[in-house]
């Protein structure tokens, strides 16, 4: 795969992302997190180079998203399905759900999201995925009880880059690895030729060492399992509760997960605990059975009444001969007696019957007094006890190495499984929570089979020989400052260009907000919060919020040269703008607004343009303006009641208006005041 491809993939960039094991699958599947993992690459770089790859895979080159409150409302619809995700992973993959211009891309969300609707987002499962993850390599794991050895240069550099985890050493002879199993419970060389060699200790020649590496270093697979416990078994219970098919096992995964402790060693095996304590317990059971041994004595000599006879004194006396052999020769029966008691004790206190030898050169039959155990064959126990734990361990880390090695691919696909259900839940969820439907592509010249690429695409008309604009009925807004559930339904439907009139507050931003946001979510493939929407496919939304206040002299200019750009760019464009006479003074405002519409009349534009000035921007305008009104339904208790779908080809009254009517019907003033002013609305 050409990294450098993707746009904004450069070469340093590409070589980082080389350094995933799987960054090609990461990029297909838009795996954030994975590609978060690259070196010095960002979450939110990584969400870019996602997208960018799907891009380019769609011939999706333009951005769609052109200013920015387009770009807010983006992050605002993306918001109302990453709220619904559980995992951070997901959170990170629906960055790589943008608004596209490329039929084919919104077609493979939209089946992403068909499939999604499969699943029920029940509470359990979303529990179960709390806990779930992406797996993690081990780091920094060391090996010390092993080292890999070879005579050869070029394979001991090999073997640095395969064994990090253990000690690897050049050696010239058997000797040299003879010297090695001295210091390490396990040898394992690399060359054929030191086959057959009788060296002391565990040494084993393996010459495809590099085809098992599980065999060599079980402990990278077993720490990959051990450190990553909690989220197999979550991504485990996830695939139980809904119903998921699971890539494998999961009695035998859970079983295997069993056996390991929490830092990657075999649990529960008598023999390995057996030899564990035994090395552990040594010096402590060494030092009692001295104690059993010299207390007996002890006891022994002060109850004794040792009698000898005044010539055998003598001679003992002139031999220079030490109270010791009073021991040997009077006490020979207690002594055998206390040594056997402090054998005894020290092979009951290590219990490793297999060693009872060499438990017993731990206390030699030559009389002393205080009995001392033998330094030196401690010392070969105490070695003989480590290797023989150091070699039932690794034996065990084999064999569960060996039974869960199988499992080390389905693991990766179970958690993934489990991670992209969450994806897929968090849109069922959105889809659900907001009453969504699929909205409907009105098809363009271009689509169909072969057609779908966006280069190829022209501005089309729709059947009835209009510009085929979008519909929405019944939609609802997530956005507004209102609790869902109190929402009215708007119906507002725009073919080509139209001015949006209405009184304050009456929902003019709301509207076309929801125009928006219905356009944003339905080209990212998404399902939208209304009854029906029908929609052409737009190659770019340009929203121009409303401005805080008349602009200076040199915002404004900057603001006309935006327009200047939009009426004459290329492609099917949405344009939303809310009170651009706010920009400087309303008759000059009517004029500029005017002219701008009559440039997107001419283009074909899909234009929604709020205005407190519609009438007069409409009188200004050289073609048959289409304007719209939210209208006031009455004013009850100063409140306006709003009836908040635009009326197709009204200019709604205005705020002002609907007061001066009310005052002019109260006072009942015929021709006074109040109906006078009343008649300057006419
Ligand atoms: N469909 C709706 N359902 C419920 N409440 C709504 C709806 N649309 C708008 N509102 C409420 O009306 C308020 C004002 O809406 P909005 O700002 O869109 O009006 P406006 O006509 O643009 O106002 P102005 O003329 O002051 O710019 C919103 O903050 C919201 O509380």
Partial sequence: MDLEAIQGVGSKTADRLRQLDDAERALEAGDVAALARAPGITEGTAARIARNAIRQRHGDT???????????????????????????????????FYPSASASRIAEVQAFVEAAAEHDPT???????????????????????????????????????????????LVEDATGIGELARGYSTVVVLDERFAGLDIDGDVRVLPDAFDRVDEVVPERLLRFFADNRERLAAAATVHERAGLDPACDLDVLRD?????????????????????????????????????????????????????????????????ARVDSLLETELADEFDAAI???????????????????VEQAFVE?????????????????????????????TLKATLAADLADLRDPAGTLVRAALDLDV????????????????????????????????SRTASRSGDGTDAG??????????????????????????GVALLSGVNSGGKTSTIDLVGLVVVLAQMGLPVPAERVELRRFDALHYQAKSQGTLDAGAFEATLREFGDLVEGPGVRLVLVDELESITEPGASARIIAGILESLHEQRA????????????????EFDVQVDGIEAVGLVDGELQVNRSPVKGRLARSTPELIVEKLADDAGDGDGFYRRLLAKFE
Avoid: M, W
């Fill in 62 to 96: 333009e951005d769609f998203l052109r200013t920015d409150r387009a770009r807010e409302l983006y992050g605002e619809a993306l918001s109302l399905v990453q709220e619904r995700a559980v995992t951070e992973y997901a959170r990170k993959r629906l960055e790589t």
């Fill in 123 to 169: 509470p359990e499962v979303r529990e179960a995925l709390a806990g779930v993850e992406p797996l993690t390599e081990p780091r920094d794991l060391r090996v010390r009880d092993r080292c890999v050895a070879t005579g050869d240069a070029e394979t001991y550099a090999r073997a640095e880059a395969a064994f990090p985890e253990v000690s690897v050493e």
């Fill in 256 to 320: 295997g997960l069993e056996r390991l402790t929490d830092d990657g060693t075999v649990k529960g095996d008598a023999d390995l605990h057996r030899l564990r304590d035994a090395v552990d317990d040594l010096d402590v059971a060494v030092s009692t059975a001295e104690s059993v041994a010299n207390d007996r004595l002890r006891e022994a000599i002060q109850s004794q009444d040792v009698t000898i006879e005044g010539a055998d004194l003598l001679s003992l006396v002139e031999q220079g």
């Fill in 340 to 358: 056997a008691a402090a054998r005894d004790h020290l092979a009951d206190a290590l219990a490793v019957p297999d060693y009872d030898d060499l």
């Fill in 366 to 394: 030559e009389p002393t007094f205080p009995v001392e155990h033998q330094e030196e064959a401690v010392n070969r126990l105490r070695r003989e006890l480590k290797a023989a734990r150091d070699r039932r361990a690794a």
């Fill in 424 to 455: 897929e839940l968090a849109v069922a969820r959105y889809a659900a929570d907001f009453d969504c439907t699929v909205p409907e592509f009105v098809e363009r010249d271009g689509d169909g089979a072969e057609g779908t690429s966006a280069g």
């Fill in 470 to 495: 979008l519909v929405v009925e019944g939609g609802r807004s997530p956005l507004l400052d209102v609790d869902f559930e109190e929402v009215d339904p708007v119906d507002y439907g725009v073919e």
């Fill in 606 to 621: 899909t234009a929604v343009f709020v205005s407190h000035l519609a009438g007069e921007i409409r009188d200004a305008t």
